[in-house]
Structures are given as C-alpha cells and as structure tokens.
C-alpha cells in the first residue's frame, strides 16, 4: 500500500499521525509525538468528561426554562443533519416546546427543504422563516468574497444572528444549537459548556467583519437598515432577558453517523450527494447549493476539504484506518465542482478572478497548482436550482 505521507495529492502538508488534519486546519497545534490539539480534545471528550453528569445537568436546564415563555427554548434550525437531530432531541428527549428559527440564505437544495416539511409535521412544532433580500445578499457575497476568501459571510452571520435577534424580540431566553465547535477545532475544548455568544461569533462566523464594518464597505450600496438582519444584538439586552445560548454537543457526545441514522429512523430523513463528498457520507452538507464551491475554495486556500474534516471524524471513533481515509481524499477532494458555473454566474465575475483571489488568501504552506485539475460530476438537482441575478 502506498504510504500516505508520499500521496502526491496531500502535496506534502504535514498531517497529524493519528488523523487525516493537516498544518493548514485553523487551530491546529502538533504535540511531540505528531498527534494534533483536535484528537487530543477528542481523547478528552472520551475519557475524562462525565457524560452522565453532562445530561444531567442538560435536564436541569431545560427544566429551569420550561414553561416559562411562550416556547421553551429556540432551535435554530438549516434541516441539515445536526440541527435536524438537536430538533428531534430537544423535542422528542427532553419534552420542550421549541421555535423552530430558519435564515434561509437563498441556496436550500430540493431535498432538504422536503426534509423540513417532514420534520416540522413529524416533530408537531411551529417554524419561522426569514430569507434576506437577495440583491443585498448578491452584494455581501461578493465583498466577502474579495475581501476574506470566503463568499458567506451573509450565511455565517445571518444563521448565527438572526436566532438571537428572534429570542429577543419574542422573549425566549434558551437557544440550542448543535454540535460544539471542539468537535472540530481548537477554539473551545470539552472541559466547558461552549457559550454561542458574541464572542464566538466573532472567532468562528463573522470573518472579523461585524455588519457596521460591512455597511462601510459597501458605502452606497447598503446601509445598517439594509443589514439589520446580521447585526448582534447586544450583550446588554441579552442579560436583561437572562439568555443561555449552549450547544446541545456539550452535553451529550456528539457522533454525526449515529445522530444520521436516528433522524433517518424517526424522522424519514434523507440523504444526498454532494459535490468532492464520499457516498459514504449521504448525510454531509446536503442542505446547500454552493457547498461543492465553498470545499474546492477551501481547498485553493489550505490544501485539503470535506473528506480530510470527515474521515478524521471516523478515525477519532475507531471507524476507519488512516490509509483507508488517505484513498478517500485522493479520489474526493480537490475537484473543480460543476456549480462553480453557477456561483460565478450569481457573483458576477470570471474563473480567472475567482482564481487570483483564492490565490491571495492561501495558507502557507501551501500552493494550488490548477493544472492537471479534475472536474467533479454534476450533481442531479442542479436542473432545479434557480437563482437569477
């Protein structure tokens, strides 16, 4: 078997020894014996956290809120995998009323938004839904597109603020969101209960630009009204209102696979194809057009994508083997996916333009070398997607 440090498509990035993460994943450090921060957080989510005490105390706070709103608590909510199984969970588990809360960034896939429909009438609760006007959207693509290397700024922030903005206005003060980022990162670790609060945002959301930046930017094409639905509300008003804003992933362990097959099971959830994603994960990213560009973009810049986040997963919990996760990424990642026609289109600018600012943004030490560039197979709904600019 060819060893996997000598696979010409992981071009030589250092990796950890015990997952497939390279020097490239945003907070990764390498201990002395080449194993990274995120398995050894990993390790410590196995071993040291009480799991029972965990769901415990998660039984303590859903009784502390229930009852005392309208709703008991919001979930925000894409119909993807993870906010799917904290719905089913909070609701079907724990016995509280919650507020579905939706920011539709524009870009939901058929299948999803079938899989919202099942869910809404499985589950017997109530759904709101708020879509931002696509022309300003169009607009935060593109500057954060230029300006970070990243087209989402409007998708990260809206879904992490627009539930909060819902909170406050209808007076629900506990929100659930899924899994905790120490699943993947190293911003948080599973020694403590991971607050999504403003800080958090800023770390892991907004790309370091708050909407006020935003509005300066595009001074004359937006404004802070037209940007309303990204602004934070403030620390302030979120103590008056006693907010507790947790992921459900603190907990109780997550484990992506097993949390798939319980919506499958219960809810009728399905799955799908995704562009530079195995089959072997059905479950990854379904809900969104644009993810096919969003991997291959970060691959540009990092040298790695989806496949080296999932078999990592897998090989944390003794699923796979690191060689068999090797051949995965050399067949998946890396591709040029057939929407990128499709983003570009909505973005307004050439693959030449797309390139130089992949380019600009790259980690080092890694170089993208577009020649000898596979394309990826076009996924089968793309004839449904509709988006005119």
């Known amino acids: 078997m060819e060893d996997f440090s000598a696979t010409k498509i992981l071009n030589d990035l250092r990796r950890c020894t015990r997952c497939t993460l390279p020097e490239t994943h945003e907070t990764i450090r390498f201990g002395d014996d080449g194993v990274c921060n995120i398995c050894k957080n990993a390790e410590y ?56 809360v939706s ?5 939901y896939r058929p299948k999803v938004l079938a899989n919202v429909e099942r ?4 589950l017997g609760v109530e759904f709101l839904k708020f879509r931002s006007d696509w022309k300003i959207v169009r607009c935060l693509m593109r500057e954060s597109l230029r300006r970070k290397g990243d087209f989402d700024w409007h998708a990260h922030v809206g879904s992490f603020v627009y539930p909060m903005q819902i909170a406050l206005k209808h007076r629900i003060p506990l929100i659930f969101w899924g899994e905790p980022s120490a699943e993947y990162t190293a911003y948080y670790s599973y020694d403590e209960i991971e607050e999504v609060d403003e800080k958090r945002n800023y770390r892991l959301n907004n790309l370091g630009i708050a909407a006020e930046d935003m509005a300066g930017f595009l ?9 309303s639905p990204y602004i934070y509300p403030s620390a302030g008003e979120l103590r008056s209102l006693g907010a507790r804003s947790v ?11 097993k949390h798939y097959e319980i919506i499958r099971d219960n809810l009728a959830w399905e799955g799908d194809v995704v562009e530079g994603v195995p089959p072997s994960y059905p479950y990854e990213k379904i809900e969104y057009q644009l993810q096919g560009p969003r991997d291959y973009l970060k ?6 994508a989806r496949t080296t986040h999932l078999t990592s997963i897998d090989i944390r919990n003794g699923r796979m083997t690191r060689e068999e996760a090797a051949k995965l990424i050399v067949a998946h990642e890396g591709k040029r996916p057939q929407s990128l026609e499709y983003l570009l289109r909505i973005l307004d600018i050439s693959e030449d333009e797309w390139r130089k600012i992949a380019i600009a943004q790259a980690v080092p030490p890694y170089t993208h070398d577009f020649r000898g560039e596979r394309e990826d197979e076009a996924l089968p709904d793309m004839s449904q997607w509709n988006w005119n600019p």
Do not use: N
């Open 45 to 100: 989510k196995k071993e040291e956290v009480d799991w029972d005490s965990r769901k415990k105390e998660l039984s303590k706070l859903a009784d502390q809120y229930r009852g005392k709103s309208e709703y008991d608590c919001i979930v925000p909510f894409s119909g993807g995998k993870d906010s799917t199984f904290t719905a089913w969970y909070i609701v079907a588990e724990l016995g509280l009323r919650a507020l579905l």
């Open 219 to 227: 001074q004359g094409e937006v404004s802070m009204r037209d940007l």
């Open 119 to 122: 869910t809404v009438r499985k």
């Open 299 to 304: 691959f540009i810049k990092r040298g790695y």
């Open 247 to 257: 992921c459900l992933g603190s907990f109780i362990p997550w484990d992506v696979r």
């Open 103 to 107: 920011f539709d960034h524009g870009f």
